[in-house]
């Protein structure tokens, strides 16, 4: 049973949020959407986004987690983020839990005269359980005032002002989704907008029309903190509301800060840059027929995703060199050089089958030398509009093998439609340059569907079939290419097959975020034959399910 005197307050706090965004719904002016960016207010989320095309860096603070997040805002409706939180005592302090996810924000409705903005996010979307949330979020700009209120389920709605509505449509959206410890399975699309309350929150922020770039915060948070007042000796959980201000000095970044209850400080830092902003040069460069073309590429490897660890890392320089031997054929040879990684004590936390994918992907970071790629391929077209590629050989790091594709696409249709199909080998990291190869193929499969979205430089991307590891499933992907010939893709792969984490939870998702850029070493015009690239992934490490080949050469 509800206690009668919290359940009236915590109606009169949700009536409060609501009637103030009903009131500036149907108020009636004139809309500053530019001015209007705040995305999230100290604690809550609002239905703002930030610049198209634009990445964030995201460092913030506020007992008892530390943040870490990177996010890409693909277009005007749809932002994406992968992030980090660390339970810590101090900043200074080694993180007693880790709680990685993936979080998205999608606009459902354009803001009007007399309607707000809606949009629709989830924290944690997949990835750790402890954290996430579900919501649906308005904001309304009044003049110098913006106010957002919403609707959340999961960790934001944990207050618990009302029951979940959506239980009335199935039983399954009333299961309790609080569980009583940190080591639960990950979350994922089973459990959202599930639990027996939900919750209201809401704020509004106030654009300062005495001081040029700076926005007073306001706003009222929902969460009840019950799994910290568990797990944390003399945890004080701070009050609902909060105040602060956020401080735009240059466009490429935002400080904001507030006092949170009447007890606790939140610090906040968000960088922002354009992958068009990043200086490339015309690496089309004219040279003599009979030599091959030279490139290096710097590959930084990142995950954010680690429920025992910080933040993972690799990086390599490769040396590739590449030949047309006729219109038709090709060939290709890549030298890695393991520059650094700092997870060598997955050989204690991490052992691995012998069977295993990606999951010994350390061993061959150990080595200070591999053939990162060797290879012959074909590559013509097979009917109108549609074109083939056959490729054998080193095809990665970790595999050799060979196999083909073939793509379908045409100036006259905004869809792509292809197919391919592999036999691949694993490699061996013990032996010279990992270059011996294993018994035992792996055959793998793939139907690629695609579209590109009207009025943007969006590809819209879906490849169902077989992985390495023999599961089945589909991976959804965003790739957005610039002019200047750097490109980001977004992925997201679920199967049927789930990795077991070092915390004995499930992994049944797979995602990340890889950003390309071409660039020119400074002071190296004499060797302008020689071009470069920079390859910067954010993704989990020493996986097995829901992998494929990263394949030398791609028509899709």
């Not at 290096?296 to 990086?315: A, G, P």
């Not at 991307?461 to 290419?481: H, M, W």
Request: net charge negative; with cysteine.
């Amino acid at each position: 049973m509800y206690d009668i005197e919290k359940t009236a307050n915590k109606m009169w706090q949700a009536c409060i949020v609501g009637t103030a965004l009903l009131c500036f719904s149907f108020a009636s002016a004139e809309v500053q959407a530019e001015d209007a960016r705040v995305s999230d207010l100290n604690t809550v989320p609002t239905a703002r986004f930030i610049k198209p095309d634009t990445m964030a860096l995201s460092l913030e603070t506020l007992d008892p987690y530390a943040q870490v997040a990177f996010g890409y805002q693909f277009s005007d409706f749809f932002y994406l983020q992968f992030q980090q939180n660390y339970q810590i005592s101090s900043l200074r302090d080694e993180a007693d839990y880790v709680a990685p996810g993936l979080d998205f924000k999608l606009k459902l409705l354009n803001e009007s005269t007399f309607w707000p903005q809606v949009a629709l996010g989830m924290e944690n979307a997949i990835g750790n359980q402890r954290l996430a949330s579900e919501y649906l979020v308005a904001s309304k700009r009044l003049s110098h005032f913006d106010v957002t209120g919403g609707v959340a389920w999961g960790r934001l709605g944990s207050g618990a002002h009302m029951r979940n509505p959506l239980r009335m449509l199935s039983s399954h959206f009333d299961e309790d989704r609080i569980t009583e410890t940190y080591d639960s399975e990950s979350n994922n699309a089973r459990h959202w907008f599930t639990g027996e309350d939900i919750g209201f929150f809401g704020g509004v922020a106030y654009h300062t029309p005495f001081l040029k770039n700076a926005v007073i915060t306001l706003d009222y948070n929902n969460a009840s903190y019950d799994l910290e007042r568990q797990a944390i000796q003399n945890f004080n959980a701070p009050s609902p509301w909060s105040i602060g201000v956020q401080y735009t000095p240059a466009p490429w970044v935002e400080l904001s800060t507030a006092l949170v209850g009447r007890e606790k400080m939140m610090a906040r830092a968000r960088f922002f840059e354009n992958p068009e902003n990043f200086v490339a040069h015309n690496t089309n460069v004219m040279r003599a027929p009979f030599w091959p073309k030279f490139s290096l590429k710097f590959e930084e490897v990142v995950s954010l995703t680690e429920e025992d660890e910080t933040i993972l890392n690799r990086s390599s320089i490769i040396l590739n060199a590449d030949k047309d031997f006729h219109p038709k054929f090709s060939g290709g040879l890549g030298l890695r050089y393991n520059a650094g990684y700092n997870y060598e004590h997955f050989y204690l936390t991490r052992p691995y089958a012998e069977d295993t994918i990606r999951g010994d992907e350390f061993e061959f970071a150990n080595n200070a030398f591999n053939l990162d790629r060797a290879y012959l391929a074909y590559k013509a077209p097979l009917f109108e509009n549609t074109e083939l590629a056959l490729t054998g050989g080193y095809l990665e790091e970790l595999f050799a093998g060979f196999g083909g594709e073939a793509l379908y696409q045409s100036q006259a249709h905004p869809w792509l439609i292809g197919g391919e199909i592999w036999y691949s080998f694993k490699r061996d990291p013990f032996s010279s340059l990992a270059t011996r190869v294993k018994s035992g193929g792996t055959t793998t499969g793939h139907l690629n569907l695609g579209y590109k979205i009207e009025d943007s430089n969006l590809l819209a991307k879906l490849s169902l079939g077989k992985y390495l590891a023999g599961n089945t499933g589909g991976t959804f992907a965003l790739e957005n290419k610039f002019d200047n010939g750097a490109k980001l893709e977004g992925f997201v792969t679920v199967t049927n097959k789930r990795d077991r984490g070092i915390l004995n939870e499930d992994e049944d998702y797979y995602a990340g975020l890889t950003l390309t850029f071409p660039f020119q070493i400074p002071y190296t015009d004499s060797l302008s034959s020689v071009c470069c690239d920079a390859d910067v992934q954010i993704r989990p490490i020493a996986r097995s399910a829901g992998q494929k080949l990263n394949k030398p050469i791609s028509l899709f």
